[in-house]
């Protein structure tokens, strides 16, 4: 039994004992954090990839790995090198989650492949970059400006907050409404005002609290533009509703504001008592 090397939000470090490799106990009360302070951590940058629609269209490209052949894989410096650029840590401590990581990848992850060969296997705005020939991971990518996968994963919040945003352009003047049926034809996600309502409701559901407003921008505005293609209904007060990758956008009659998106939630199943008739 070791001690745990983690830090609590307020950076005071963690007494608890851990027997886990990499050094944090998971035990109530202590997040995870691995540095004291989160000013030391580097900004983020670029926008997230393995985002639950990037996972739902992403190719079934395959890795032809096991998971009983993860202990064979090779985690080289410079992936280490990188996951202590933007977590801090110790050698050990980053290969142990990145092989934890590349696990739940294994599982569930977007996935694509470059021109060399080389495989990214993506998942809430985290990536591991496999070799052509599948027997290392040769890289370590994400958006996130402190927090680890394990973090997330145990759905740790972040201690870095998005400050209410506030557009520096003003909103558009209010046009005529655009009937239901010319939807696809008028909306246009590039230039569609961003109210700070839809920007701070994205960055919750995306998990990109801490992305820079022009990543956070561009994020948005590539979902946007999946919109036509949703299901739309069109309510009495006249503001357009969408569905689509399951959330739930909210435009302006006129198309000129993207106004709030949040999660769809699907109703669960009635599970009926006795065996049925």
Same mark, same amino acid.
């Given at each position: 039994?070791?001690?745990?090397?983690? =830090?609590? /939000? !307020?950076?005071?470090?963690?007494?608890?004992?851990?027997?886990?490799?990499?050094?944090?106990?998971?035990? &109530? *009360?202590?997040?995870?954090?691995?540095?004291?302070?989160?000013?030391?951590?580097?900004?983020?940058?670029?926008?997230?990839?393995?985002?639950?629609?990037? %996972?739902?269209?992403?190719?079934?490209?395959?890795?032809?790995?096991?998971? !009983?052949?993860? =202990?064979?894989?090779?985690?080289?410096?410079? @992936?280490? !090198?990188?996951? /202590?650029?933007?977590?801090?840590?110790?050698?050990?401590?980053?290969?142990?989650?990145?092989?934890?990581? $590349?696990? &739940?990848?294994?599982?569930?992850?977007?996935?694509?492949?470059?021109?060399?060969?080389?495989?990214?296997?993506?998942?809430?705005?985290?990536?591991?970059? $496999?070799?052509?020939?599948?027997? #290392?991971?040769?890289?370590?990518?994400?958006?996130? /400006?402190?927090?680890?996968?394990?973090?997330?994963?145990?759905? +740790?919040?972040?201690?870095?907050?998005?400050?209410?945003?506030?557009?520096?352009?003003?909103?558009?003047? #209010?046009?005529?409404?655009?009937?239901?049926?010319?939807?696809?034809?008028?909306?246009?996600?590039?230039?569609?005002?961003?109210?700070?309502?839809?920007?701070?409701?994205?960055?919750?559901?995306?998990?990109? +609290?801490?992305?820079?407003?022009?990543?956070?921008?561009? @994020?948005?505005?590539? &979902?946007? @533009?999946?919109?036509?293609?949703?299901?739309?209904?069109?309510?009495? !007060?006249?503001? =357009?509703?969408?569905?689509? @990758?399951?959330?739930?956008?909210? %435009?302006?009659? &006129?198309?000129?504001?993207?106004? *709030?998106?949040?999660?769809?939630?699907?109703?669960?199943?009635?599970? $009926?008592? *006795?065996?049925?008739?």
């Amino acid at each position: 039994m070791n001690r745990c090397t983690r =830090f609590h /939000r !307020d950076g005071t470090a963690c007494t608890n004992s851990t027997e886990h490799v990499d050094g944090w106990c998971r035990q &109530d *009360g202590c997040p995870g954090f691995v540095r004291r302070d989160p000013a030391t951590a580097p900004p983020s940058s670029g926008a997230p990839r393995g985002t639950e629609l990037h %996972i739902r269209t992403s190719p079934a490209t395959g890795t032809g790995l096991d998971l !009983d052949e993860l =202990f064979d894989i090779r985690i080289t410096m410079r @992936a280490v !090198d990188s996951f /202590r650029f933007h977590h801090g840590g110790d050698q050990r401590s980053a290969e142990a989650q990145m092989r934890n990581m $590349l696990e &739940d990848f294994l599982l569930k992850s977007s996935s694509t492949v470059s021109a060399s060969g080389y495989v990214r296997l993506s998942r809430q705005g985290y990536s591991l970059i $496999l070799s052509p020939d599948r027997t #290392a991971v040769t890289g370590y990518f994400t958006v996130h /400006r402190e927090r680890t996968w394990e973090q997330v994963k145990n759905k +740790v919040p972040s201690r870095f907050h998005r400050a209410p945003t506030h557009t520096s352009v003003h909103a558009p003047e #209010a046009r005529p409404p655009v009937p239901v049926e010319q939807f696809a034809e008028v909306f246009d996600a590039a230039t569609v005002h961003l109210t700070g309502r839809v920007q701070r409701s994205y960055a919750r559901l995306a998990g990109m +609290v801490e992305a820079s407003d022009l990543e956070l921008h561009t @994020a948005i505005r590539a &979902d946007a @533009a999946q919109l036509p293609t949703g299901t739309l209904v069109q309510r009495p !007060d006249g503001l =357009f509703e969408i569905e689509h @990758a399951a959330r739930i956008w909210l %435009i302006s009659p &006129d198309c000129c504001k993207l106004i *709030g998106v949040k999660a769809h939630q699907r109703p669960q199943p009635v599970e $009926l008592d *006795g065996p049925s008739a």
